[in-house]
């Protein structure tokens, strides 16, 4: 059987033949791990039809030969990355025109391009390797998978500890040991832990403050595991939840397990979004979720596709998102229930097995 | 007495007074934190000798304002940050010239300032912001000092828990819930745990591999307190260490504090580096070390200065770097030894307290 990573450069160069394109400088770190497999943090890759090229630094000797293989020629430079580009440009005398990554590469990197020389001429582009790692190959869907297993065997884990007047940090810590004890291999964004008020916050961190009863202990947190993430959002309540409480936490429910049903490839994102916003709409807490319904999920952590009012793209058949709708008032609180779901070609696959009830701790 | 970050603009206004430059757009979120106290993930500033302008989205409505109170008009758009920043140059008519950050701003927003328009006339700067960073202040020099101090307590609290057959992510996941105990805000970079022959990888993340009696712990990890990161590295040994690693041990700790004695501001970078490279050549150990001896430190855990080879750069008066040399052999392990050290004017201060004994954790 092909290597995935043989069959995604071929995918890329026919994107490049579509292009008119002879080559692309690759300088995103995840399109080149999507590519080749290489972790490290500090590489350029070069691809055309005939071969690729990836340079990195002598940090990455060992690993480097590890991770690529043979797939791609490998060049190991003590000083700058670009003189071993240039050296390989200089002998790949069939590209003439090589597009690089109008989204990935600062304008400092794009002064280089310019000032090289007359070979190859230079052309812009956008998301042609983003493109192809929206659609997830079976590979891809297990690792998100297990990386899915691990968040929620982690907040299994969690619950029993948290206890009124422990700190949203206090909770972290207990979290994130679960899940480096699950076998997490890194933490793919800052985990938020926000009580009370703060839920209401959609992008809080995790703070000193102390949680008391009666309040929403909202956990957002991902997890890692052969270099592809996940994404998980639960809400608890300290203690025995409110009327008021319980009412806006089933809103949120209803909405996440109507888009969870419903999402499917070849929706366009703003109606992927509408599958949530509609119900909570209708329930009368529309002003109270501020943010969109979802986004693409990877080897990053936010990829293509986007969920939300404004996104016009069609959803593809393969593509792995987060549904999390949310409400939220400010200085009471907010509730954000997150699954991942995998958008097969038999219909939407639920990736984060977590019960949905509300949760007191008591 | 004026708020550090008026001080800062300041500053920063004089910088583009000597540089010919009527304004600047800062795109570097560690930048526009350093000079405004905004700490949401996206946001551009505008500075001139004027005024500033802050633009944010919708999710940092209270954060914002919270943040950076009247220091910077606000303002907060729901769709792209890009049109409040044409209104307020629409606004800016003294501004003829304005600067954009060559390393921080990517080929496709450095294309919409080219399509925006005859004015401003835009220009590629370099490290303006930057270089004031460099400088700390005695506010900066405290917090890191904090942060320093949660690294080292946490690190206290996690060595009785080591021992032989736990794996690099569980002494990960314990360490880690130690730092969110002490009070560590985030996790400025993904911590290493690296054992046996994984030590000699400068990169090492954390892996699933068992730890066994004999060998190299080697953890560099990192805190955050109120914006500002730590850096710290101790390598110990599990079970009884043999006489070559006593050997190299020694030689690593020897260059670490030849080095923490001797740094200071108006070195040159490779002369820095020198203090301690000089000392592992003699010592017969020179092609062990095979990185830079440290960085500057701050509001992101790699900034100006650099201690290195290739470093021409001189050190600044109120720099926090890192010294932390190292002696790698590949398929038998390595030892790094890393503190913090703020250049004071009266000379070098350790922030990292912690004993530089070989540990052999029993």
Redesign the interface.
């Known amino acids: 059987m092909p290597d995935r990573r043989s069959q995604r450069l071929a995918a890329l160069v026919d994107s490049l033949t579509t292009a008119h394109l002879d080559g692309l400088l690759i300088t995103s770190l995840p399109n080149i791990r999507y590519l080749t497999g290489f972790s490290?943090?500090n590489a350029l890759l070069f691809v055309s039809a005939r071969d690729a090229c990836l340079v990195t630094d002598?940090?990455?000797q060992?690993?480097v030969h590890a991770e690529v293989g043979d797939l791609a020629r490998i060049v190991v430079e003590s000083?700058s990355l670009w003189s071993g580009l240039w050296q390989h440009l200089a002998q790949a005398t069939h590209v003439e025109v090589a597009g690089?990554e109008?989204?990935?590469?600062?304008?400092?990197d794009?002064?280089r391009l310019v000032e090289a020389g007359a070979r190859p001429r230079w052309r812009?582009t956008?998301d042609l390797v983003e493109a192809l790692r929206e659609r997830k190959d079976s590979d891809e869907v297990a690792l998100i998978r297990a990386a899915a297993a691990i968040a929620t065997s982690a907040l299994e884990a969690t619950l029993p500890s948290i206890h009124a007047g422990m700190t949203e940090?206090?909770v972290?810590?207990?979290l994130?040991?679960?899940?480096?004890?699950a076998?997490?291999?890194?933490?793919p964004f800052?985990s938020i832990v926000a009580s009370g008020p703060r839920s209401a916050?959609?992008?809080a961190?995790?703070?000193?403050r102390e949680m008391a009863t009666g309040e929403f202990l909202l956990m957002d947190f991902g997890a890692a595991f052969g270099g592809y993430c996940a994404d998980v959002t639960r809400t608890v309540v300290i203690g025995t939840a409110s009327d008021e409480q319980r009412a806006v936490y089933q809103v949120v429910r209803q909405a996440n397990e109507l888009a969870t049903a419903e999402v499917r490839a070849g929706l366009r994102g703003r109606e992927a979004d509408a599958l949530a916003r509609d119900y909570i709409e209708r329930c009368g807490y529309g002003e109270g979720f501020?943010?969109g319904l979802g986004h693409g999920l990877g080897i990053e952590v936010h990829e293509a596709p986007r969920l939300a009012r404004?996104a016009d793209g069609l959803l593809s058949s393969g593509a792995v998102v987060t549904i999390e709708p949310g409400i939220y008032r400010?200085g009471w609180g907010g509730v954000r229930i997150e699954d991942d779901v995998h958008l097969a070609a038999s219909g939407p696959e639920l990736l984060t097995q977590f019960t949905h009830e509300l949760l007191e701790l008591t």
Chains 1, 2 share one sequence.
């Open positions: 490290g943090t002598f940090r990455y060992t690993q000083q690089f109008s989204a990935n590469l600062v304008h400092r794009f002064q812009a956008m940090l206090e972290a810590g207990v994130e040991k679960s899940l480096r004890d076998g997490s291999e890194a933490f800052p916050l959609p992008h961190r995790s703070s000193s501020g943010h404004t400010p």
